[in-house]
Nanobody, 124 residues
Framework: QVQLVESGGGLVQAGGSLRLSCAAS????????VGWFRQAPEKERDFVAA????????YYGESVKGRFTISKDNAKDTVYLQMNSLKPEDTAVYYC?????????????????WGQGTQVTVSS
């Protein structure tokens, strides 16, 4: 199994920044990619960004391109999501998830393990 622990959420004003962290442990040798998803109340869980475990490849959802950056610290087995120019519509619970497929996937059901989530609230 893979354990994922998110941190770094909070309350920020529109235009501000936050950095989320996702620390992975356990069978990380089985991980091919780590993705970030978010879910607002009464909405589906949406893809935000993903990165390959090697850190060589990444992909972003359209709504966050140019504002969010995903990265990985290989020494710490931690994936980061730097969120800049935050908007009220970015408000959601953010989850990280690990996938074992041989390429980056965009659908939540294709990920195997999930963290507990961290709340991000952007005030206007």
């Amino acid at each position: 199994q893979v354990q994922l622990v998110e941190s770094g959420g909070g309350l920020v004003q529109a235009g501000g920044s936050l950095r989320l962290s996702c620390a992975a442990s356990g069978r990380t040798d089985s991980v091919y990619s780590v993705g970030w998803f978010r879910q607002a109340p009464e909405k589906e869980r949406d893809f935000v960004a993903a990165i390959s475990w090697s850190g060589d490849d990444s992909y972003y959802g359209e709504s966050v391109k140019g504002r969010f950056t995903i990265s990985k610290d290989n020494a710490k087995d931690t994936v980061y999501l730097q969120m800049n120019s935050l908007k009220p519509e970015d408000t959601a619970v953010y989850y990280c998830a690990s996938g074992s497929y041989g390429n980056i996937r965009l659908a939540a059901y294709e990920y195997d393990y999930w963290g507990q989530g961290t709340q991000v609230t952007v005030s206007s």
